[in-house]
């Protein structure tokens, strides 16, 4: 990106042919438009990102949506309205406590979310087979019940004896009627809607409020989210720990201090590297 500069230049390198895809391994899959970038200003560079083209170091490319062969969808990112997620806050957090009071990460918040789980849920040993303690029936021959079942003339009768004994103790039993309501009760207030109540409570906040005189603070100012500068300013005290230092070097000639922290940063970029996108250790070069 350009720094002060207020002007940007690319070289175009079209994107007729096919190159290899870097997701499903395919030799001629992937299509895309490039060029390299020489020097960029953040507007261009804001205005290429909203257009569907992305960037991997000075190579700025657009894929081919109806012709590559892993289509690449980007998300809007608004580079000069930079607003930390949450992620991002988390790890400020725990860099301001290791630079403002020396506090280290414990081990235990590095590790995945789903390896307690993994653990839990791991082979175990099969259960013993438990005995079932119920007792069932002997079973007997059905031809052997018949007989012994009544027939169905006496069941019906005995269903009339009982349903004509239920409606005569039916009609003795006495009928009670409910008594009429008295009505509300005059020595209270009557009833009020909730609605009516919370709005009464509302206009006696408002007159106590005018009366007191006291400003409204403004909810903008209240709830304006922290920015990046914020996180950082708040762990550069006097007494810290540790002091935090950004310095820009000159790489191009290289300058004497790029010279002097130039395998310290080799180091940190091949770790990376292997940690994050799985190299192999042979592959970070320095020239990268």
């Known amino acids: 990106m350009a720094g002060n500069k207020s002007y940007t230049i690319v070289e175009y390198f079209g994107g007729d042919d096919g190159y290899r895809c870097g997701y499903c391994k395919n030799e001629k899959g992937n299509f895309s438009n490039g060029m390299w970038s020489h020097t960029m200003t953040v507007q261009d560079y804001q205005d290429l990102i909203d257009r569907g083209w992305r960037r991997s170091g000075k190579y700025v490319y657009k894929p081919t949506l109806k012709k590559t062969c892993c289509p690449q969808y980007t998300i809007r990112c608004h580079a000069q309205k930079f607003q930390p997620s949450k992620s991002h806050k988390k790890v400020l957090k725990k860099m301001s406590k290791f630079i403002s009071q020396g506090e280290l990460p414990i081990g235990q918040e590095d590790e995945e979310p789903m390896d307690s789980v993994w653990s839990e849920a ?13 007792t069932c029936a002997d079973i007997t021959d059905i031809h052997q019940e018949v007989p012994k079942c009544p027939p169905v003339v006496e069941v019906q009768e005995e269903l009339g004896d009982s349903s004509a004994s239920s409606s005569e103790s039916s009609r003795k039993d006495p009928v009670y009627l409910p008594k009429p309501g008295k009505g509300a009760d005059p020595n209270r207030p009557p009833c009020r809607k909730a609605k009516d109540l919370r709005k009464e409570r509302r206009l006696q906040k408002d007159q106590i409020r005018q009366h007191a005189d006291v400003p409204k603070p403004n909810p903008t100012q209240s709830n304006q989210p922290k920015s990046l500068e914020d996180f950082i300013s708040e762990s550069l005290g006097d007494n810290a720990s540790h002091q935090l230092e950004v310095r820009l070097v000159r790489s191009n000639p290289p300058s004497p201090q790029f010279k002097a922290s130039f395998d310290a940063s080799y180091q940190v970029y091949k770790l990376y590297q292997m940690a994050i996108h799985k190299d192999p250790p042979h592959k970070p070069s320095e020239s990268q």
């Open 122 to 134: 791991g082979p175990r040993e099969p259960t013993k087979a438990c005995q079932s303690d119920v």
